[in-house]
C-alpha cells in the first residue's frame, strides 16, 4: 500500500471594498496600474495600515474552522526580489499568525474525517504579471489584495480526500460571504505531496476547487513511477499547467531561511481580545441537521437545500406556510433543475418568494400539473416576473371541470372515426381521443380524469 501524504495551503482572495494596508479599491478588472498609491507601490516612507474588515473576516473563518486565536498576531516582512513585488519584500504573517491548531471536519463518501488546520494567515497578494512573446507587463492593481491562506496538516490521504476537503471549505467560506462560487478563480492552493515517508514536493497555484484532483494525480503518478524505477524523489517545486494536466518543475525548494523573515516595523501588532464577540452565521453542517430535524426531509433533499445558501433561506420561508415535503419536491427537483440549466444561483436568479409560494399553493390544490409547473419555473428563472402572470399568459392552470368535460363532449362529436373504432373493439383508439382532450385544453386537463370521462361517455 502507498502511504500518501497531502496538505494543502489554500489563498482565498478576499473581496473587501479596499486593499490591505492602503484606501486603493480592491478592484483589479480596470484599467491596468491605476487602482495604485505610494503604499502598495512600495514608495519609501509610505505608511501602511491593516484594513480592519480584513482582520474581522479572518476572524470569522477562524472561528468556523475551531482554530485557536493568538492574543496578537504580527505581520513580517518576506524578502524576495521579483518585478511582482517592488518593495523587494511581501507582508505576510510568519510565526504568530491570527490563529492555528484548529480541525475541519469533512465528509468524504458518508464518511465523516477531521482535517487538521496547521494555522490561517493574512498576506498581500504580488502584483499580476501578464507574459508577452518577447517581455513581460506588470499589473499593480492586484498588489495589496487581502488573501487569507489557510494551511492544513498533512492529514489528505487521495486527490479525492483533496478535492473534497476543498470544495466543503469553500462552501463554508460562501456561507461566512468571505467567497463567492461565481468567482472560483479566487481559491488558489499549493500543494504538499509525499508518499512512502518521502521527500515533499510542492505544487504551486492550483485554480479553484475542481483542478486540484487532476493536478495531484498527475504528480501522485509521477511520483510512483520514480519510485518504482528506484529514482529518488527530491524536494523541489512544480508548477500545474491546466492546459496539458501536467506538473512542470519550477525551481528547487526555498527553504525558510531564504526568505529571511523579519518583523514589519511599520505595522503595528493586531490585538484579537474581543475574539469571543465575532458571531459567524449557521454553517452548512449545521444547517443540515436541523433541517432534517425540524422539517424531517431526507437526507439527499436536505443537502441539496444546504447546498445553496440562497435556495435554504427561500425553502425555510416557504416552509412556514406549505407543506415541507412538496416545497422541498419542488425547490430540489424541478428549480434546480432549472436553476442548473440556466447556470444560475438562487440569489442571482432573482426570484420572489410570493412567486414560489403561489405555485405551490396551485401544486397543494392540485390546480396544475407537474408539466406545466416546471414550465412555469422555466419562464420565472429565464425571464423574471410574477407568476401569475405567467401562468395567466401561457394558460397553465388545469382546466376547471367543466372545461374538460366540453372538451371530451366537443372531441366526441369531432372524432366520429375513432370513436367507432373504439366501441367496435378498438380499445387503442381511447389513447388517441385523450390526445385529442389535451390538444382542445392545451394541455391543461389531467390525462387520467379525461380518459375517465371519456370512458363514462362512451359506455
Ligand atoms: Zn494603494
Redesign the pocket.
Known amino acids: 500500500m502507498t502511504d500518501i501524504k497531502i496538505g494543502l495551503e489554500t489563498h482565498v482572495q478576499l473581496n473587501t471594498n479596499?486593499?490591505l494596508?492602503?484606501?486603493?479599491r480592491n478592484e483589479q478588472n480596470v484599467e491596468p496600474n491605476t487602482?495604485?498609491?505610494?503604499?502598495?507601490?512600495g514608495h519609501p516612507g509610505s505608511k501602511p495600515r491593516a484594513n480592519k474588515e480584513v482582520i474581522n473576516q479572518a476572524f470569522k473563518v477562524c472561528k468556523a474552522l475551531e482554530l485557536d486565536f493568538n492574543e496578537e498576531s504580527v505581520f513580517a516582512r518576506k524578502t524576495y526580489f521579483y518585478p511582482d513585488m517592488s518593495k523587494n519584500y511581501q507582508v505576510t504573517q510568519y510565526d504568530r499568525p491570527v490563529a492555528q491548531n484548529g480541525r475541519f471536519e469533512v465528509k468524504i463518501k458518508d464518511k465523516k474525517k477531521e482535517i487538521g488546520i496547521k494555522r490561517l494567515h493574512i498576506e498581500e497578494d504580488p502584483a499580476r504579471l501578464v507574459h508577452e512573446e518577447n517581455y513581460s507587463k506588470v499589473d499593480y492593481n492586484r498588489?495589496?489584495t487581502p488573501l487569507l491562506e489557510i494551511v492544513t496538516d498533512p492529514d489528505l490521504k487521495s486527490s479525492e480526500e483533496a478535492r473534497t476537503y476543498l470544495q466543503q471549505l469553500a462552501h463554508v467560506l460562501e456561507y461566512l460571504k468571505v467567497y463567492s462560487p461565481v468567482s472560483d478563480y479566487s481559491i488558489k492552493s499549493d500543494a504538499n505531496i509525499s508518499i512512502n515517508g518521502g521527500e515533499r514536493v510542492e505544487i504551486k497555484n492550483i485554480t479553484g476547487t475542481s483542478a486540484i484532483e487532476k493536478a495531484l494525480n498527475y504528480e501522485l503518478s509521477r511520483q510512483k513511477q520514480l519510485t518504482k524505477r528506484n529514482k529518488e524523489v527530491k524536494q523541489h517545486t512544480r508548477r500545474y499547467n491546466p492546459d496539458m494536466g501536467s506538473t512542470i518543475k519550477m525551481r528547487e525548494k526555498e527553504t525558510e531561511e531564504d526568505y529571511g523573515y523579519i518583523v514589519d516595523p511599520d505595522l503595528t501588532t493586531q490585538k484579537s481580545k474581543d475574539v469571543s464577540n465575532v458571531e459567524i452565521p449557521e454553517l452548512p453542517r449545521e444547517k443540515y441537521r436541523r433541517f432534517k430535524k425540524d422539517y424531517e426531509i431526507k437526507d439527499k433533499i436536505a443537502e441539496s437545500l444546504v447546498s445553496d445558501p440562497g435556495l435554504a433561506k427561500a425553502y425555510e420561508k416557504l416552509a412556514q406556510k406549505h407543506d415541507t415535503h412538496i416545497a422541498a419536491t419542488l425547490l430540489t427537483g424541478d428549480l434546480k433543475k432549472v436553476l442548473n440549466y440556466n447556470d444560475v444561483a438562487y440569489s442571482e436568479a432573482k426570484l420572489e418568494i410570493d412567486w414560489l409560494s403561489h405555485l405551490l399553493e396551485l401544486i397543494e390544490e392540485n390546480r396544475i400539473s407537474d408539466r406545466n409547473a416546471e414550465k412555469a419555473l422555466r419562464e420565472i428563472v429565464e425571464n423574471p416576473r410574477p407568476i401569475k402572470e405567467i401562468i395567466e399568459e401561457l394558460g397553465l392552470e388545469k382546466s376547471s371541470d367543466d372545461k374538460v368535460a366540453q372538451a371530451v363532449n366537443k372531441v366526441i362529436k369531432n372524432e366520429e372515426e375513432a370513436v367507432k373504432d373504439y366501441t367496435s373493439g378498438d380499445e387503442g383508439a381511447i389513447n388517441y381521443l385523450v390526445g385529442q382532450v389535451m390538444q382542445v385544453t392545451q394541455g391543461g386537463a389531467d390525462p387520467k380524469k379525461t380518459r375517465e370521462l371519456l370512458l363514462e361517455e362512451l359506455e
Open positions: 479596499s486593499k494596508f492602503c484606501s486603493c487602482n495604485v498609491c505610494p503604499i502598495c507601490l498588489a495589496g
